[in-house]
């Protein structure tokens, strides 16, 4: 062993030591409550009617598409995921395989994006897609049984390797490692969408998290029914793109046997970026990645007072909207070749700090400083045809109330990286 993965070795041993065991690799679920039934759990997913997914799902389930979760494991045999789960990989080198899931953690992400529902259930926002997992390890389970120290980069690249067209991580740290952002970089020359929560640690500290912070990730926030940033999820320049988090149940443990109440936390919210990455690829299935990035961009909800040519360090482009686009074709997908965010070429490395800034048409836009209550609905029409939900309205920064000024250029500090 060379002297360089010795320190690599010794760097991810201590980043998963410092990693709460209460907690899934630091983006878990935010203030679980007492047991959810699984006969109620659907109707505690408020943002499926929020975003019309009913009438998503008559042009676009997912169908086709296969996403990589890289977590604790997936659980393939909960009613909602019964025939929902292919052969994956057990990257952590503990004891079972990639169908252990040790926490719960990873098969909630993988209801959230492909469950079927039955049984009562998590409902997936994209049901028709399949699931692929990685399963890597935690600090409890690190700290219990030898683990596989270089899992995190070698899930990424099995996953970047295998056909699956969307990658999710639902989790991260704190930690830059080279390692790992050679892995994501990885994933984004081979044509995939690597969507990573941007973590619930705004109160302590608000570090940027990664893999979600590495400029070739799409980082995702966590909103609650309003569409206001969680209290909890990190924020900066590095987040690109929020989703719901808040009120939406989990499983509990590893023992599958009841749903928890509680905050989803930006592990919720990026599992249902994905969802909606899905549905638009499975509905454009001859489309590239930065296609559907674009697309997502473009068709994302924001307040009508977000100025063209400027991004939030809370919400990034805005709340994904999948809807916006399938039901009433909002976005265009643009160069097949090049990726929105950077406006470089997938796989180019080379320094984007001269990066042009899409045109006003084209460019996402975000509040100038406190947003109005008028606002946009995040779901997939506005109120009105919306079945007059409340749900993905993007309204005060509830969670910025630390400090004002949330809007700053398009090319942000993390895409010269």
């Known amino acids: 062993m060379t002297a360089g993965m010795i320190e690599a070795r010794r760097l991810r041993r ?73 052969k994956g990989m057990d990257v952590s080198e503990a004891k079972g395989d990639e169908t252990d899931d040790y926490r719960g953690h990873g098969t909630t992400m993988a209801e959230l994006i492909a469950g079927t529902g039955a049984g009562g259930g998590l409902k997936g926002l994209a049901p028709g897609a399949k699931i692929i997992p990685y399963r890597v390890s935690d600090t409890e389970l690190q700290n219990n049984q030898k683990v596989n120290a270089f899992d995190e980069e070698e899930a990424i690249r099995a996953a970047a390797d295998s056909d699956a067209k969307i990658i999710n991580m639902s989790f991260g740290n704190e930690y830059y490692t080279t390692a790992v952002r050679e892995a994501v970089k990885y994933a984004q020359s081979k044509g995939k969408l690597f969507f990573a929560a941007t973590g619930n640690d705004a109160k302590k500290g608000n570090k940027e998290h990664y893999p979600a912070a590495y400029p070739e990730a799409i980082a995702v926030a ?136 899409p045109s006003a048409s084209a460019s996402a836009q975000a509040p100038e400083s406190k947003p109005t209550s008028d606002a946009v609905v995040a779901g997939s029409s506005k109120s009105t045809e919306n079945k007059s939900q409340l749900g993905l309205i993007i309204g005060g920064a509830a969670a910025v109330v630390v400090v004002a000024g949330v809007a700053f250029v398009i090319a942000r500090r993390r895409r010269t990286a």
């Open 14 to 86: 201590g980043l998963l030591s410092m990693v709460a065991a209460t907690a899934v690799l630091t983006v878990g679920f935010v203030g679980a409550a007492p047991a959810a039934a699984a006969a109620d759990v659907q109707s505690k997913q408020w943002y499926l009617d929020a975003m019309d997914a009913e009438e998503i799902w008559k042009t676009s389930t997912g169908e086709g598409i296969k996403v990589a979760v890289i977590d604790t494991g997936v659980n393939p045999s909960t009613p909602s995921l019964k025939g929902q789960v292919l």
């Open 222 to 357: 966590a909103t609650d029914r309003e569409g206001q940033v969680a209290d909890y999820s990190q924020h900066g320049d590095f987040v690109d793109l929020a989703a719901p988090a808040n009120g939406i149940p989990r499983w509990c443990d590893e023992s599958f046997t009841r749903y928890c109440d509680g905050d989803g936390g930006t592990s919720a919210a990026t599992a249902i970026a994905s969802a909606s990455a899905a549905l638009i690829w499975s509905a454009h299935p001859d489309w590239t990645g930065n296609q559907v990035l674009r697309v997502m961009l473009e068709s994302a909800g924001r307040g009508e007072d977000w100025k063209p040519g400027t991004v939030s360090r809370y919400l990034g482009y805005g709340i994904v909207r999948p809807g916006a686009h399938i039901n009433r074709g909002i976005g265009k997908p643009g160069d097949p070749g090049i990726n929105p965010l950077t406006n470089k070429k997938v796989g180019d490395t080379s320094d984007s700090s001269h990066w042009t800034a």
